[in-house]
């Protein structure tokens, strides 16, 4: 299944809609987190658990404070009239994405949607499970390359960034897979990176953060968002199988 999700999401990119920065489960075609795009100015709310429609996600360093910027105060968003800013400088906000427990189980594919706009520095992106280890870490570099920090070493992808402009990400992890991890960037093929992984586990928290000082990006929806192919649902699939074919 996983083979097949990952050779037809470019196919189905065309037929998503606007939505939030979001964490679906494709297995389950279940959102599992919806920032509600950052349209509302808001830091939200700690999930009920298991319930993760009632959303969170800005968790912010004391002295600081989280920004919404629009095109003024900004870049132009790339969706609606806000998206978050986050900076280090020293300190700065940390995201948060704490989801709904049981809100993905052992084996499920997870994927992580955002557009991402790099400004400077070194931003990073941290997976964890639900006690809070480590799956991975991506790291975006100012050159486009993304690497994923396994505890010991930080491989790449091949796949890289477009600086100066917004790009949408779609990062894809199984749960307990202990062997790689794959990557969309602006509706791409995925790839899907060994040895990224140092703890294997099930995606119950993300962090995004400003791992160096002068570092600042952005977050906001995708436009078009890449529909999960598990809303398309099983006769979907087989109709897109079967044009294939022809």
């Known amino acids: 299944m996983r083979t097949l999700t990952t050779s037809l999401m470019v196919l189905a990119m065309a037929a998503g809609t606007t939505q939030a920065t979001v964490i679906f489960n494709v297995s389950d075609s279940q959102t599992m987190f919806d920032s509600g795009g950052f ?29 919404y910027r629009n095109a003024v105060s900004g870049v132009t968003p790339n969706e609606g009239n806000l998206s978050l800013f986050l900076d280090r400088n020293p300190d700065g906000p940390i995201l948060d994405m704490a989801l709904g427990a049981g809100t993905s189980d052992p084996g499920d ?10 400004d400077s520095g070194i931003p990073s992106m941290r ?13 975006f570099f100012s050159n486009g390359v993304i ?3 396994n505890g010991t070493s930080s491989p790449a992808f091949a796949t890289t960034l477009n600086i100066g402009q917004w790009n949408d990400l779609v990062i894809q992890y199984t749960n307990g897979d202990a062997s790689n991890l794959s990557l969309s960037v602006n509706g791409s093929a995925f790839e899907t990176l060994g040895g990224a992984i ?35 649902g099983v006769g979907g699939l087989l109709m897109l199988a079967r044009g294939n074919r022809k």
């Open 147 to 149: 690497k994923a920090f």
């Open 109 to 118: 594919v997870v994927e992580i949607r955002t557009a991402f706009f790099l």
């Open 39 to 67: 349209e509302s100015g808001t830091d939200g709310t700690v999930p009920v658990a298991g319930d993760p429609t009632t959303g969170t996600y800005i968790t912010v360093i004391p002295g600081t404070t989280t920004e």
């Open 198 to 232: 140092n703890t294997p586990g099930s995606l119950e928290n993300l962090r995004v953060f400003a791992s160096s000082n002068g570092t600042s990006f952005y977050l906001d929806s995708i436009v078009p968002e890449p529909a999960s192919l598990g809303l398309l």
């Open 127 to 139: 997976l964890f499970t639900g006690g809070f280890s480590i799956i991975t870490q991506l790291d």
